[in-house]
Structure formats: structure tokens, C-alpha cells
Nanobody, 121 residues
Framework: QVQLVESGGGLVQPGGSLRLSCAASGSIFSIYAMGWYRQAPGKQRELVAAITSGGTTNYARSVKGRFTISRDSAKNTVDLQMNSLKPEDTAVYYC???????????????WGQGTQVTVSS
């Protein structure tokens, strides 16, 4: 089992930046991919960005060019740098750890508790 703890959410004005961080502990040796998902009120949870153990990244079209995901294997952390934030980025952001490729494509695996990001003037 993998435990995930997110930090870094908050309130920011449109055009601003935030950095989310997720720390993993537990059975982390066999994680295939880690990623960030988000869920806005009344909407389904969606993939924002993910990075595999081999370093391959995947971004939602809506955040490409504005968000950057990075992974520090030595520290067992995955960060999401969010720039040029828009009101539509407002959501609860969840960290995910997928142990296998199957978990990754199914958006399954271990989840953090979520952190609120609000973009508003």
C-alpha cells in the first residue's frame, strides 16, 4: 500500500502560479506512474498530468504549456508546477500512484486526500 500526502494548494489570482507537492511513502518501490488529477464541483475527476517511472509525461490538453509535472525518485515526491492559472483550473487536486500500467490507464491505485486550488480575483 502507498500513502500519499499532498500540499501546496490555496487561493491565487488569475495568471498566478502555484506548486503542488505529493510525498509518497509505504510500498513505493514498484510504482509505475504518479500523477495529478482534479475534480471540479459537478464534474468528473480528470487527469491533469502524469509521469511514469521512466520519465514519460502526459498532460491534459487544457494544461499543456502551463503546467509541468516532475518527479524526484530519491525523495519519493512528485510536484506539479502550475503557471498562468485560470478560473477554470479551480478544483480539488488529487495525487495518484499507479502500481501498474493497468492501474494507470484505469485511473486506479492509491490516492491522496486532495488539496483545494481556487483561482479567483
Amino acid at each position: 500500500q502507498v500513502q500519499l500526502v499532498e500540499s501546496g494548494g490555496g487561493l491565487v489570482q488569475p495568471g498566478g502560479s502555484l506548486r503542488l507537492s505529493c510525498a509518497a511513502s509505504g510500498s513505493i518501490f514498484s510504482i509505475y506512474a504518479m500523477g495529478w488529477y482534479r475534480q471540479a464541483p459537478g464534474k468528473q475527476r480528470e487527469l491533469v498530468a502524469a509521469i511514469t517511472s521512466g520519465g514519460t509525461t502526459n498532460y491534459a490538453r487544457s494544461v499543456k504549456g502551463r503546467f509541468t509535472i516532475s518527479r524526484d525518485s530519491a525523495k519519493n515526491t512528485v510536484d506539479l508546477q502550475m503557471n498562468s492559472l485560470k478560473p477554470e483550473d479551480t478544483a480539488v487536486y488529487y495525487c495518484n500512484a499507479a502500481r501498474t500500467y493497468r492501474d494507470y490507464v484505469a485511473a486506479a491505485g492509491s490516492w491522496g486526500q486532495g488539496t483545494q486550488v481556487t483561482v479567483s480575483s
